[in-house]
Every structure is written in C-alpha cells, then in structure tokens.
C-alpha cells in the first residue's frame, strides 16, 4: 500500500540532545513537509521540500533541521537548540507542479516528550 | 489576527444529527480549500478537497465555499459515532504553503 511511514511513534529526548525523526514515502511525490502540531493551535509548518536536495525554511524552523538525499525520505533533527520541543510532529507530502495544487497527505505522526 | 480561524469546540450531537463545521478566512487569494479528518494519535486524512466557490458532496460529506463571505463548511449528515475526531480546515493560494485551522473537535453520541 502506498503512503507515509513516520517512526518512531513516540520519542524522548534529554537535555542538550538531538534526535532524528524519519519519514518514508512511497508515493512517488515530489513534495514534502515538516509540522508540528500542538494543542489548541493549527499545524505550524517546519521545512518543505520542493525536490530532492532543495528544501526551504517554514514558519517556525529555528531549532530544527532537515536533508533531502533521497525522493523518498525526509528527516528531520530537532537540535539541543529547540527549546520547547515537546510536541506531535508530522510529515506530509504531495505532488507538485508549477501553477497548480494537490492536497497534502499524512503520515501518523511522532509524538516527541521531554525527558 | 489569524489568517484561518476554526471553533476549537468541542461539539457534542446525537447519532443522526447533522453536523456543521465551518471556519473563516481573511486571505482573499486562498483558492483552494480542504477539510481532514483527525483520530487521535494519528495523522490527519484527508475528507474533501474543493476548488473556488461552490459544493461538492462526497457521500454523508458536502463541502461548501463561499468566497464573497470568506467562509467554508463542511456538512456531516446521519453523524456516527465513528465521526468523532478533530476537523481541520485548510486553505491554500496555489502555491506550496498550505495554511491549517485549528482545528474542531466533534463527538458522536451514540
């Protein structure tokens, strides 16, 4: 089945560490994405990438970083420097043309804590 | 002020009754309109995906825009319980940034 795999599902981070969360598409789209979801609040996006080794900051990227190496993956560490990490982070991706838009799909998130 | 605004609720309505979510927008570029669907501990799905003013219907779902007010809907008929989750609304102008409502969190009671 096609569709976007995140792991791990939950995650903990220390103090002054980083962590990697993956995500894996088999969709064969151009595009993908980096939220972050917390309570009462819409998704804030991170970083999105147009295509393989190109990526742009979101509204909210500091403390955060991504590689695009590979169509099919887009990881991203959330630095020591992030100072309130703890939140639902999701991956999305989508087709992508000049002009014209194709809604983005989900994977089922890593929810990341504190320790 | 936000460019999306949503109800966070929550909404609570019996098995049967129709649901109306809707959000509001102030971006008058935004042509292109979503609502997902969100289980928790998920990630969101998406339910109806519209172009410009108008309806479409899906099955129980019809998705209304209206763009002279800057509102959107998102209509749920013969509710179940199985609809409970968080609604999300989402616009965009066309380009790659997709802006997301909070997000409305309905119950189904059964």
């Known amino acids: 089945d096609g569709g976007i795999t995140q792991s791990p599902k939950y995650l903990f981070r220390k103090e002054g560490q980083n962590v990697t969360l993956s995500c894996e598409q088999n969709?064969?789209?151009?595009?993908m994405y980096w939220y972050r979801q917390d309570p009462g609040q819409g998704l804030r996006l991170i970083y999105y990438s147009q295509i393989v080794n190109d990526f742009q900051k979101g509204d909210i990227a500091e403390g955060y970083s991504v590689s695009r190496e590979k169509k099919e993956s887009f990881p991203l560490t959330v630095t020591s420097a992030q100072k309130n990490p703890t939140a639902f982070y999701l991956c999305?991706?989508?087709?992508?043309?000049?002009?014209?838009?194709?809604?983005?799909?989900f994977g089922d998130g890593t929810r990341l804590s504190i320790l | 002020q936000k460019e999306v605004e949503q109800d966070p609720g929550p909404l609570s309505v019996p098995e049967g009754a129709i649901v109306s979510l809707n959000c509001t927008y102030s971006?008058?570029?935004?042509?292109?309109f979503m609502w997902y669907r969100q289980y928790s501990r998920k990630g969101p799905e998406l339910l109806m995906y519209?172009?410009?003013?108008g309806n479409k219907e899906d099955g129980r779902f019809t998705a209304q825009v209206d763009k002279s007010s800057k509102y959107i809907s998102l209509f749920i008929r013969d509710s179940q319980p199985s609809d409970s989750a968080t609604y999300l609304c989402?616009?965009?102008?066309?380009?790659?940034?997709?802006?997301f409502g909070a997000g409305t969190r309905l119950f189904v009671k059964a």
């Open positions: 519209t172009y410009s003013s």
């Open positions: 989402a616009m965009e102008t066309g380009g790659f940034k997709t802006i």
């Open positions: 999305a991706s989508s087709t992508a043309g000049t002009g014209s838009n194709q809604p983005q799909h």
């Open positions: 969709l064969n789209h151009d595009a």
């Open positions: 971006n008058s570029a935004f042509q292109y």
